[in-house]
């Protein structure tokens, strides 16, 4: 099976959300905001190796204030004052880092071109 990401518009050109078609988080539902805090540790633990990694990724990227996670999708949301098209690139790598090495080549991304939100 082919890992696929597809993006999504919501009403709010502030928030973005990424539907992915396998697990991404063992965790229900959990939301992280910025700064990460200490006591974050134990909700990113819940939420496995994979989304575990993800959030830390998008949490270090300048411009994303908050990253809500669930075991098919994270829903961002970025500052006022970033564009999509400018974290677009780093959020995909940051997602791509969370697929095995053997499959990001086969790896199948909609919806991240031509974003002018």
């Known amino acids: 099976m082919k890992h ?4 999504q518009y919501v009403p709010n050109p502030d928030v973005m959300l990424f539907h992915f078609n396998f697990t991404i988080s063992r965790s229900r539902i959990e939301r992280f905001e910025r700064p990460l805090r200490d006591s974050s540790s134990r909700y990113l633990k819940s939420l496995g190796p994979k989304g575990r990694e993800l959030v830390t990724r998008l949490m270090k990227t300048k411009g994303i204030i908050s990253v ?23 959020i995909e790598a940051a997602v791509k880092g969370c697929v095995p090495e053997s499959k990001r080549d086969a790896l199948v991304i909609t919806g991240f071109a031509n974003l002018n939100r």
């Open 4 to 7: 696929r990401i597809a993006s």
């Open 68 to 90: 809500s996670i669930v075991p098919y999708s994270v829903q961002i949301e970025k500052a006022p004052l970033f564009s999509w098209n400018e974290l677009l690139p780093k």
